[in-house]
Structure formats: structure tokens, C-alpha cells
């Protein structure tokens, strides 16, 4: 069961990559709009090069 | 593309330039039964072909363009007819072809387009022609520079709500361990490694996210007054310290599992709450992007040039072409031609105006070129005018939150007292656990879930309504709705179907082919009303047609002489009208008698046609309570008509009301309504009843209304008639009794609590337990409780069989 002393700190590393991943992306502005990104997905690339 | 802009049976309409082009390929190659396999859903694509050079004045830029860096500039433009993904497409891809264009990005849901040009490069008029061309007809937007504050809080709150959520998780988990260990043993050591762990997650959570509790109590306790956060800042900081010394000495109780999981519920709260008060806030910048921004000046030497509409003086000149707006107030200088006035006055018969005549800013223009003397333009129009008081009427509905606040007051009040009284009797005995049992208190109190219980049962419930067709903003129209009171109902468009249509027939079958074949080639709105009427009609090929301004259209079809117009110009060529028109008497409708070889054979009621389900809808509305006012801005006898069919009484009957009488008429009936604190509901869906559905308790848009008034409105119809009206009553009823629920059972939760903690019999266990169970309770009723029937609501019946019915092609 001492494993635990292990285990429990290496789980909260395995969280606080998860969590510093989510502010990265949250601050990135990847939710700030939900509704067109799927949308744009259908777009073909071919004209992607333009696209800064 | 939303249903709620579909026009009905106006032909092949299309959602976007792009669904037009793959139409017009499928038609061309014979393959438009394709059509005919999906459910139709159309709706006009109109370029406006106007220059847009006001978008390249200076005083345009200072409202609404802002510098992006390295020699670009940004601005946003609210579009209209943005709809489904070939729209991203083209708005995305179609301005970038134009050199110094560096970006374009849509938000679909708001239908706003983010554009980044060099204007050196681009003047922005080309971009908003190339909009404008591909049938998206671009309006400035005035929140440029609130919109990126917005952003920024948008993604802090997130980031917020992230970490809290996720430190919430595992404090929970730990939690978890130790509650198994409290029934089945536990080593010491373990225990203290789970307690100092949460303590551990504790710390930042209740440092980051939920410093803002902190920070708004402190506020609250400057301004002197007493907020939600100040109980909620209280609970938690009485929450952690006591876990804290608990923790290091190792012994009692920590609490901060339930501190955890309140700081992420609240923060998911309040986060949903302030989305719907955002909706509410756009919709007033979206009035003003629907208000007409160009004119085309004359300038002394005759010369005409374009100017921003805010830039006009009294005693300029101006022409308007056909099909444009009026940008000013003013009166007719040359001209003859016809008037929409329907954006202020709801009648949607174009009305003929020559020289002298008046006009206002935003009615249409439907005929003829005319020339227009300016004498009021930008912030003093009538048009102004109204928007601001559309805004006014927006804005004056905040004491619902105040009310809500002053609820909270009281709770705080209550709960610090009982606090003060807990530490006061227990302190005689015993100091420590005086401590103990006030902190106890005011754990246990924390008024999570009833800050909960609210907001969560709204969303879900909004969420369900608008998978039924019905839209709702914000939550405050839900609660309104409860009592039933007075309804009040716009006419045109609303109880009927808002545009000219064949009601009744009384004649030969035979006799329709030759009517057709007159009315094919005219571009009146009652031509129109009969192509529409027989689509699938084949007309024949008139000779010697000649158009009667005003009275009708003659000709000669397959031999046959044929007139077709006014009981006036018939009777000049033909007789026997009479017993025919005598079936059209006490009808809301407009005569149009077909005569054929010098003999009546026929007459046509043309009007505007009651809705299906607009009787049975007000009949169930009545049942429950609800008094029915029909308020039109139409001639009073349509009106009286109208009313008369649908049961409305001849008092509750108004006739040519014009906007500001609209909302005079809802500021009365809120007046004598307010001390019963009934609502009263407007339905309607033009902008001439914006702002008394802005005023109103709770104002509802209906299917195929004016963007205005869809945006100011609490609630929208997504589905066409007004049968949702009764579901949305239903529905909020059976809201509020999950919302009572909650709130009863988040008070029974506090009173047990206050009662255990008071007689100082708390346990470490029922404190940590009762906090978050408090919360789950509320939020498992919330997503539980039936409010709204999920299933789509049943399209509405749009074919009548009979004879003297019409179809109407959807």
C-alpha cells in the first residue's frame, strides 16, 4: 500500500499536465467561438496557403 | 439556415450565394428532383447593390475600425443571411482574393465577420461590395472594442472554471479514500497523505479561481451592501482555514472536498448567467447595424456623391433610388412613388407619397427614384428615436436581478445573525467549540446550492425549448410567465401570415387558367398572391394585355375578353358583380372580381390570411388565464375583423397604433399590472413593435419576423404559428415548479443545518457530506425535472383542403 506515496504525487503530476494543457488552449482562444471551427473543417485545403 | 427566416412559399429561396450556384447547376443539368427528396428550407438571397463608400469616410472609421498592427486595420460586420457552412466558405475564402485582404473570419453564431485589411491596399467599401455580392449584406458593428475585452474575460473565466473543475475532481477522489477509511479503517499515515493532499489542491483553487468571491464580497462590503458572494467568500474562507488547522493538527474535520466543489459549481453558474446578459447586450449593437448607414447626397452643382447617413444635415438633398431606404427624416422635394412603411408602422401595403409628403428614416422605398429633403437625420430620426427607446425598454428590465440580490440580502442577514447567535450561546460554556460551531454554521449554510438551484434549471430547461422550436434568452422570461396576464398580440404577420395571399375563391375552375394568364406577367403584390395561390397552374398566353394603375389588368387570353381588377374597373365592362361580392361582406378582405366575355363569373377575397392554428392557440391561452388584446398597426375595421374571428373582445380590439402607441399601450397595461405582478407578454414580429416587446415583461418574437425584433425579443418561435405560445406557457410553468423545488430543497438542506450546528450536534461527517450532497441534489433536479417536451414540436398544418382554401407551397 506504500506504493501510494508514489502513485498519488505521480497522479497529480498526470492532472497538472492536463490542467496547464487546458489554460493553453483556453487562452489560445480555441473555445471562444464552438460553432464555425467544425464547420470550417469541411473546407478544402487547396487554397490553405493563403491563409495566414 | 434557421427556419425563422424563411418566407414561405416565395419561391426557390436559397440561404446563401453558394446553395443558389449548386441549385442553378442541378437545374441546368435536370437534376433538380433532388429537391424534392429533402425537406425544403429556403430563404432569399438579396444583394442590396449598394457601393458602401460611406464604409471608406472618416467618420465611419472612427466608430467602428480599429488599427490590428503592422499597418493593418480590423473592424467586425454583422452580416446578414449567414447560415450554414458553404456561408464560412465564401466569407472566409471570397474577400482574400482581393489583394491586401490579410483576414477573414466568421463567427457563424453571431453571424460577424472579423475582417483584417491594409487599407493603403483595400479601401473597405470593396470588401463589404464583394460581401454585398455574394448576398450577405454587411452592417457595421458598433462592439468592436467591447468585443475583445469580452473575449479576454471569456477565456479567463474558462481557465477559471478549468482549474477549478479539474482540482475539484481530484479533491473528490481524495475525499473519497478517506470517507471509506473513516467506516473501515484507515492507517494514519495514508489519511494524512489524502489530507494533505486536498489541502494541497485546496490552496490554488481557492487562490485562483476562487479569488473572485473574494474580491466581489470585499466590493460588496466597500459599497456597504449585502451581496451572494459575501456568504459564499465567508463559507469558503471559514472553510479552508478551518480544514487548514485540522489538517495540520490532524484531527476533525476538513472540508475541502465541499469547498472545491462549490467554488466550480458556482463558477459554471455564472458562467451561463452572464452568456444569456451577453445575448441581451448584442442585441441592442444589432439594432443599430440594421439602421440605414449611406445616402446619396446632390450637391448644389447637381453633381451626387455618397455620405455616411450620420453625416447628414437638415436642408440637404438626397435621391433614393427604388428598393433603397430612406436615410433621413424629411419630406418628398420631386418625385412620385410608393412607401413601405412597415419598419414603423406594422401596415405592410406600400402607401403612395408625391411632393410635400413626409418620410422617415428606414421605410422602404418601393417604386420610383424620388428626392428627398432632409429636415432630421442620425440620432434625432424617428427611427433613432425609437431604437433608443428600444434600448431604454431593454435596459429598464433589471429589477427582476435586483430583486434577486435583495433575496440574497436577506439570506446573508439571516444567516450571519444565526451565526452571532451560535458563538453568543455556546461561548459561556465553551470558547473552542464556540468557534467551532459558528464556522460549523456557516459551512453548512453556504447557500451553493440555492445559488444553484436557479440558473441550473433555467438552462437545462432553455436548453429544451430550443431543441422544441422556441428560443428563450434568459431566464427572468421563464419566471414571468408563471402568472398568466395580459397578452398582447401584434396583428399583421403575427396572427396572420403577414403578406397578401387568395383567401377565398367563389368561381369556375376553368376561369383560373385566364386569371393566370394576366396576372403571370405583373409584378403586384396580388398577382403575386395568385401565382402563388395555384403553383402548379398552367397558364396560357395573353394578347393585348394593358395594367389599370390601381384597378386591375385587362386582356383578351385564348379569345376569351378577360378583366380582372377592382369591383370599379369590372363594373365598367362587364355586370352582375353583385351577388358575388355579397359573400366577401364583413370580411377582412379586398375584392377582386374576374370578368370574362362582359359577364361576372368570379370573385377572389385577397387579404392576409389568419393563421391555422391562431384560434385554437388563443382559445387554450384564455383557458388558462391569459387576457388577449389584439394590437395592430393596420386600418381599425381589418383590425375589428380580424379580432371578431378570433374571439378577441371589441374592447380588447386596437386599430392603427403606431410603434410609440405600441409601447405606450404595454407601458399602460405594465402599469395597472404591477400591483398584481402579472406580466404582460407582446407578441409580435415586425420593428415597429420592438420596442414595446423590448418593454414588455417578456416580449416574443414570432417565426419570420424582422431581425430588430427577433433580437430585442426574450423569446423567438422558431416553428411557424403561434401553437408554441401555449408550449412555452406549459413549459415555464413546469420550469418554475423545478426551479420552487430546488429551492425548497436546498432551504431544508440550510434549515436542518442550522438547526444541527446550532445544538452544536454537527458531525465531522454530516458537514462534509451535507455540502456537496446539498448540490447534487439540486443539480440531478434540475436535469431531471420535465420542463419542455424535447421532441420537435409537429410542423404546422400549411395546407387546407377545400376549395376556397389556398395552398401555400412551403
New interface residues.
Given amino acids: ?1 506504500s506504493v ?2 508514489i502513485v ?1 504525487p505521480l ?2 503530476i498526470v ?1 497538472l499536465v ?2 496547464v494543457a ?2 493553453w488552449s ?2 489560445g ?1 480555441q ?3 464552438l ?2 471551427p467544425p ?2 473543417m ?2 478544402d485545403d487547396e ?1 490553405s496557403a ?3 | 439556415m434557421p427556419p425563422a427566416l424563411v418566407s414561405e412559399g416565395d419561391g426557390p429561396q436559397f440561404c446563401c450565394a453558394g446553395c443558389r450556384t449548386v441549385y442553378d447547376i442541378l437545374q441546368s443539368n435536370g437534376l433538380s428532383q433532388y429537391y424534392d427528396f429533402r425537406e425544403r428550407r429556403e430563404a432569399a438571397v438579396r444583394s442590396s447593390g449598394r457601393t458602401f463608400e460611406e464604409f471608406d469616410h472618416s467618420a465611419f472609421g472612427e466608430l467602428y475600425v480599429q488599427p490590428a498592427g503592422a499597418g493593418l486595420s480590423r473592424t467586425e460586420l454583422y452580416l446578414e443571411g449567414v447560415h450554414c457552412a458553404s456561408c464560412v466558405w465564401l466569407v472566409e475564402r471570397v474577400p482574400l482574393l482581393l489583394p491586401g485582404v490579410a483576414r477573414a473570419e466568421l463567427d457563424i453564431r453571431r453571424s460577424l465577420a472579423r475582417i483584417e485589411w491594409d487599407a493603403a491596399a483595400v479601401p473597405l467599401s470593396h470588401v463589404a461590395r464583394t460581401l454585398d455580392r455574394l448576398g450577405y449584406s454587411p452592417h457595421p458593428f458598433r462592439g468592436v472594442a467591447r468585443d475583445a475585452m469580452r473575449r479576454r474575460e471569456d477565456r479567463a473565466m474558462l481557465t477559471r472554471i478549468g482549474v477549478a473543475g479539474a482540482i475539484a475532481g481530484n479533491v473528490m477522489l481524495a475525499a473519497l479514500a478517506l470517507y471509506s477509511g473513516e467506516f473501515s479503517g484507515m492507517e494514519g499515515s495514508y489519511a494524512r497523505l489524502f489530507r494533505w493532499m486536498s489541502l494541497g489542491l485546496t490552496l490554488p483553487a481557492v487562490l485562483y479561481p476562487g479569488r473572485v468571491f473574494f474580491t466581489g464580497a470585499w466590493a460588496a462590503l466597500r459599497t456597504r451592501t449585502l451581496h451572494m458572494d459575501l456568504p459564499i467568500a465567508l463559507a469558503l474562507g471559514a472553510g479552508v482555514t478551518r480544514g487548514a488547522i485540522n489538517t495540520i493538527t490532524n484531527s476533525g474535520p476538513i472540508y475541502f472536498d465541499g469547498v472545491c466543489i462549490l467554488i466550480f459549481l458556482l463558477l459554471t453558474g455564472r458562467f451561463l448567467q452572464q452568456r444569456g446578459q451577453r445575448a441581451a447586450a448584442d442585441a441592442a449593437e444589432l439594432l443599430y447595424s440594421l439602421a440605414p448607414t449611406t445616402a446619396r447626397v446632390i450637391d448644389a452643382d447637381g453633381s451626387e456623391r455618397e455620405l455616411p447617413a450620420v453625416a447628414l444635415l437638415p436642408g440637404m438633398e438626397v435621391v433614393v433610388r427604388a428598393g433603397e431606404s430612406f436615410p433621413a427624416d424629411g419630406h418628398i422635394a420631386a418625385g412620385e412613388t410608393a412607401i413601405n412603411a412597415a419598419l414603423l408602422t406594422g401596415e405592410s401595403r406600400p402607401v403612395s407619397a408625391s411632393r410635400g409628403d413626409p418620410v422617415f428614416a428606414g421605410t422602404l422605398n418601393v417604386t420610383a427614384p424620388v428626392r428627398v429633403v432632409v429636415e432630421e437625420s442620425g440620432e434625432t430620426s424617428r427611427l433613432a428615436r425609437m431604437l433608443r427607446q428600444v434600448e431604454e425598454s431593454a435596459q429598464r428590465r433589471a429589477p427582476v436581478v435586483a430583486f434577486a440580490n435583495r433575496m440574497s440580502g436577506w439570506f446573508v442577514a439571516v444567516v450571519l445573525l444565526l451565526a452571532v447567535i451560535t458563538f453568543l450561546l455556546w461561548y459561556p460554556r465553551n470558547e473552542a467549540s464556540a468557534w467551532d460551531h459558528a464556522i460549523a454554521l456557516l459551512i453548512v449554510t453556504c447557500p451553493c446550492a440555492l445559488a444553484l438551484a436557479t440558473p441550473l434549471a433555467v438552462t437545462v430547461a432553455i436548453g429544451r425549448a430550443a431543441r422544441a422550436g422556441i428560443f428563450i434568452k434568459g431566464g427572468d422570461a421563464l419566471e414571468s410567465l408563471v402568472r398568466a396576464g395580459d397578452l398582447v398580440l401584434d396583428k399583421t404577420g403575427t396572427l396572420t401570415e403577414g403578406r397578401t395571399a387568395l383567401v377565398t375563391w367563389r368561381g369556375d375552375d376553368s376561369v383560373k387558367p385566364l386569371v393566370l394568364a394576366l396576372e403571370a406577367g405583373s409584378s403586384h403584390p396580388i398577382a403575386d398572391g395568385f401565382r402563388r395561390a395555384w403553383p402548379g397552374l398552367v397558364a396560357p398566353d395573353p394578347s393585348g394585355v394593358s395594367h389599370h394603375v390601381g384597378a386591375g389588368i385587362s386582356g383578351t387570353v385564348t379569345g376569351h375578353f378577360v378583366v380582372v381588377g377592382s369591383p370599379r374597373l369590372v363594373a365598367q365592362h362587364a355586370h352582375g358583380g353583385e351577388p358575388l361580392l355579397a359573400h366577401l361582406a364583413g370580411q377582412p378582405l379586398t375584392p377582386v372580381l374576374v370578368a370574362v366575355d362582359g359577364a361576372v363569373v368570379a370573385v377572389a377575397g385577397i387579404g392576409d390570411r389568419v393563421r391555422t392554428d391562431a384560434g385554437s392557440a388563443l382559445a387554450a391561452l384564455r383557458r388558462r388565464g391569459w387576457r388577449t388584446t389584439l394590437l395592430s398597426g393596420d386600418d381599425p375595421q381589418v383590425a375589428a375583423a380580424v379580432g371578431q374571428t378570433l374571439g378577441f373582445a371589441a374592447d380588447a380590439t386596437v386599430g392603427s397604433a403606431t410603434p410609440e402607441q405600441k409601447l405606450a399601450f404595454v407601458h399602460e397595461r405594465l402599469g395597472r399590472a404591477r400591483a398584481t405582478r402579472q406580466p404582460v407578454v407582446m407578441v409580435g414580429d415586425g420593428v415597429n413593435d420592438a420596442a414595446a416587446i423590448a418593454a414588455a415583461s417578456v416580449g416574443i418574437g414570432v417565426h419570420g419576423g424582422a431581425e430588430a425584433c427577433l433580437a430585442t425579443a426574450d423569446v423567438y418561435l422558431t416553428t411557424p404559428g403561434i401553437e408554441p405560445l401555449v408550449r412555452l406557457v406549459e413549459g415555464a410553468a413546469r420550469t418554475m415548479r423545478v426551479i420552487h423545488r430546488n429551492i425548497g430543497f436546498a432551504l431544508c438542506y440550510n434549515a436542518v443545518g442550522v438547526a444541527l450546528a446550532m445544538s452544536g450536534r454537527i458531525s465531522p461527517m454530516i458537514a462534509a457530506l451535507m455540502m456537496p450532497a446539498s448540490s447534487l441534489t439540486v443539480v440531478l433536479g434540475s436535469w431531471f425535472g420535465r420542463t419542455f417536451d424535447p421532441t420537435p414540436a409537429p410542423r404546422a398544418a400549411e395546407t387546407v383542403p377545400g376549395d376556397s382554401r389556398v395552398e401555400v407551397a412551403a
Avoid: C, I, N, Q
Wanted: proline share 4%; charged share 25%.
Fill in positions: 500500500m501510494l506515496f498519488v497522479a497529480l492532472v492536463a490542467v487546458y489554460v483556453a487562452r482562444g473555445f471562444d467561438d460553432d464555425t464547420v470550417r469541411l473546407h487554397s493563403k491563409r495566414p
